[in-house]
T-cell receptor, first 114, second 114 residues
Framework: SQKIEQNSEALNIQEGKTATLTCNYT??????LQWYRQDPGRGPVFLLL?????KEKRKERLKVTFDTTLKQSLFHITASQPADSATYLC?????????????FGTGTKLQVIP | NAGVTQTPKFRVLKTGQSMTLLCAQD?????MYWYRQDPGMGLRLIHY???????AKGEVPDGYNVSRLKKQNFLLGLESAAPSQTSVYFC?????????????FGPGTRLTVL
């Protein structure tokens, strides 16, 4: 069955450093992969989408890579700030029977320490 | 634009009671989704709708029913609530079913079934 793995343990990082979050998936060949941010008590908010034929995507301080051979996506936040503290969800996506089937990982909690 | 709204925000039910959760979006999106989020489980799709008047089962549909009588509204019903349905429920919408579509989430409904 399809499986998505994200670091279950929280990631603590010093302010100003680069945070790297990992998403691994198995038994799956997604055409796209999305990343979301979720703050406590709120719904997820979309951050970035990367296609299977793209190796890397950037948006301001965010960078996502997508390695379909390793079945892995890495999410980087450069020059991290305390405001970046949140849970980040990986969401591989594949068109399935006329709608986009998105499967969410359990998320990695990031804590940026001032 | 309000985006995606959900009512109520919180609800406590007794086992066997029924209730309806309402999701509304003002973005003219075709696709709408209901998820539940439990600790360690990630977001799991309950039901989804590809347009007004159409619904389909997701990953965990048992115990739930849905209706999409109007394009902007998607209702989730629990006919006889069980403690296993204690969870946070999120509604989401997307414009179309093409691949690169971000999901817009509502703020969530926290449901406790005693």
């Amino acid at each position: 069955s399809q499986k998505i793995e994200q670091n279950s343990e929280a990631l603590n990082i010093q302010e100003g450093k680069t945070a790297t979050l990992t998403c691994n998936y198995t038994n799956y060949s997604p055409a796209y992969l999305q990343w979301y941010r979720q703050d406590p008590g709120r719904g997820p908010v979309f951050l970035l989408l990367i296609r299977e034929n793209e190796k890397e995507k950037r948006k301001e301080r965010l960078k996502v890579t997508f390695d379909t051979t390793l079945k892995q996506s890495l999410f980087h936040i450069t020059a991290s700030q305390p405001a970046d503290s949140a849970t980040y969800l990986c969401a591989p996506q594949k068109d399935s029977g006329g709608y986009q089937k998105v499967t969410f990982g359990t998320g990695t909690k990031l804590q940026v320490i001032p | 634009n309000a985006g995606v709204t959900q009512t109520p925000k919180f609800r406590v039910l007794k086992t066997g009671q029924s209730m309806t959760l309402l999701c509304a979006q003002d973005m003219n999106h075709e696709y709408m989704y209901w998820y539940r989020q439990d600790p360690g489980m990630g977001l799991r799709l309950i039901h989804y709708s590809v347009g007004e008047g159409t619904t389909a089962k997701g990953e965990v549909p048992d115990g739930y029913n849905v209706s999409r009588l109007k394009k902007q509204n998607f209702l989730l019903g629990l006919e006889s609530a069980a403690p296993s349905q204690t969870s946070v429920y999120f509604c989401a919408s997307t414009l179309t079913s093409s691949g690169n579509n971000e999901q817009f989430f509502g703020p969530g409904t926290r449901l406790t079934v005693l």
